[in-house]
């Protein structure tokens, strides 16, 4: 018995040996604040390495867009876009202008096809130009609705573009729109993804191109066709063809200006018939950005009301 007491004391020496060991690293590690950058290093170190390497830290935000601008505007580059024809008919396939502009002292190469490796065991590469599409059409049997779409190109050759000259790409924009859609107006905006960009003597590099957005305004052929200044396509619609209302109001709000076309819709309403009637409701609702349904009443009350004096004085928000 006098062993095993001994024992146990022995252990509880042993014991609180550990505890207080365990109290002194306890508090040495909890006595001061940690390092403010939290990874246990110095502040100013760090601070001096976020400015030597771009791929560090805050840097690291910096939109991809700002760079590539400020690489282009350093080498004097510029980019435009425009569609072929100010307004498309419906049925037919619009097209964009893209032009690349060198003002700077280098020739520049943007280069769309390359082949690596030997035969037979090479293989090409193309470079692709991509769309976005997104905007809104309307329709006598669903109104206004909203389309999205993305389309990609890639039949093109290198693109060559000495100091002092611009080159032009022409590209097909082959929207699917609805069957039954009436008018529609479209924003693309077009991006060039080249395997490389060859600027002088410059070591290539691959950045993306990036052309301002493009509004594609589409409307049955025979409003498409006519004159900007005449009025016969939007009289005629309200007379006798419902579905060329919209596109002939949105073409005549051009020249004229919104106020004047929703001013003769309001007068024209109800309309000669049903779908006369529908096609004026669509039309008011896109050029006013106010959803008022089907009503005649509310159409007249929101016209004589506080908006609706806003609106025509051009006043109040419009879409």
């Not at 001096?48 to 939109?63: I, K, M």
């Not at 400020?70 to 498309?88: C, H, I, N, T």
């Not at 000259?165 to 991006?191: G, K, M, N, S």
Request: with cysteine; hydrophobic share 45%; proline share 7%.
């Amino acid at each position: 018995m006098a062993l095993a007491g001994g024992s146990l004391r022995k252990r509880s020496r042993f014991a609180a040996a550990l505890l207080v060991v365990f109290e002194f690293v306890s508090n040495s590690g909890c006595s001061s604040p940690a390092p403010a950058n939290g990874a246990g290093g110095d502040p100013d170190r760090e601070r001096a390495l976020l400015g030597a390497n771009p791929f560090l830290g805050e840097r690291q935000e910096t939109p991809r867009e700002s760079i590539a601008a400020a690489y282009f505007a350093e080498r004097g580059l510029s980019f435009a876009a425009a569609p072929v024809a100010a307004w498309q008919a419906l049925d037919e396939v619009a097209e964009l202008r893209l032009v690349v502009r060198n003002d700077g002292a280098q020739p520049v190469t943007f280069v769309a096809r390359r082949t690596r490796g030997l035969w037979p065991f090479d293989s090409d590469e193309q470079a692709c130009l991509c769309l976005e599409a997104r905007g809104r059409f309307g329709a006598l049997r669903v109104g206004i609705q909203s389309l999205q779409a993305s389309l990609r190109h890639d039949d093109f050759d290198d693109l060559e573009v000495p100091p002092g000259e611009q080159r032009e790409l022409r590209v097909p924009v082959a929207l699917e729109l609805p069957a039954d859609a009436d008018a529609a107006v479209v924003e693309v905006a077009a991006r060039l993804h080249p395997l490389a960009i060859r600027c002088g003597a410059e070591p290539e590099r691959v950045v993306t191109l990036r052309f301002p957005p493009v509004e594609l305004r589409y409307v049955p052929a025979a409003v498409a066709a006519a004159a900007a200044d005449d009025d016969a396509p939007f009289a005629r619609a309200q007379e006798q063809i419902a579905r060329h209302l919209l596109g002939a109001a949105l073409r005549r709000a051009e020249s004229r200006g919104a106020v004047e076309v929703v001013d003769a819709l309001m007068l024209s309403l109800p309309g000669p018939d049903a779908a006369g009637r529908r096609a004026r409701f669509i039309a008011l609702e896109w050029l006013t950005g106010r959803r008022l349904g089907d009503s005649v009443e509310r159409w007249r009350s929101w016209w004589e009301s506080a908006d609706g004096m806003s609106f025509s004085a051009g006043e109040s928000e419009r879409p």
